[in-house]
């Protein structure tokens, strides 16, 4: 196994009403960006049921700089049409999100849990991971 020292949040950038799934994702990340798989390890879908992406022996494909030491997980949504506020997940999701990576650390007690945006400019998940997980 890889010596995880991260698990990095993201969003999927997707509408709330868009209920992606692994196999859509891993279909956008092998035809259209050209990967070998999909780039995120677990993804959170709208009802907050966990699926998993890439075997998380493999490095992933979502944070630059990253990739090697870290696990990804997506969570379904993070898109705003006009005005609304883009961190539109579920109650579920919150739950899940709480309780999977829960069971990550547990698993890899040596890995902190960052947002992609606390790794880049990006605003991914669109929301802050550290104070979010501090709270907890
Ligand atoms: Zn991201």
């Given at each position: 196994?890889?010596?995880?020292?991260?698990?990095?949040?993201?969003?999927?950038?997707?509408?709330?009403?868009?209920?992606?799934?692994?196999?859509?994702?891993?279909?956008?990340?092998?035809?259209?960006?050209?990967w070998s798989d999909v780039?995120?390890?677990?993804?959170?879908?709208?009802?907050?049921?966990?699926?998993?992406?890439?075997?998380?022996?493999?490095?992933?494909?979502?944070?630059?700089?990253?990739?090697?030491?870290?696990?990804?997980?997506?969570?379904?949504?993070?898109?705003?049409?006009?005005?609304?506020?883009?961190?539109?997940?579920?109650?579920?999701?919150?739950?899940?999100?709480?309780?999977?990576?829960?069971?990550?650390?547990?698993?890899?007690?040596a890995a902190n849990v960052?947002?992609?945006?606390?790794?880049?400019?990006?605003?991914?998940?669109?929301?802050?991971?550290?104070?979010?997980?501090?709270?907890?």
């Amino acid at each position: 196994m890889r010596n995880i020292n991260e698990i990095i949040i993201h969003c999927t950038d997707t509408y709330e009403d868009m209920d992606v799934d692994i196999e859509l994702i891993r279909k956008w990340h092998v035809e259209e960006r050209g990967w070998s798989d999909v780039g995120y390890h677990y993804l959170i879908k709208r009802d907050g049921s966990v699926e998993t992406g890439r075997d998380i022996d493999r490095p992933g494909a979502h944070a630059v700089g990253h990739n090697a030491h870290s696990i990804g997980v997506a969570v379904a949504g993070g898109k705003a049409r006009g005005d609304e506020s883009p961190t539109n997940f579920t109650q579920a999701q919150w739950d899940s999100l709480e309780d999977f990576v829960v069971s990550l650390v547990a698993q890899f007690p040596a890995a902190n849990v960052i947002g992609h945006n606390d790794v880049s400019s990006k605003d991914c998940p669109t929301f802050d991971v550290k104070q979010w997980w501090g709270e907890l």
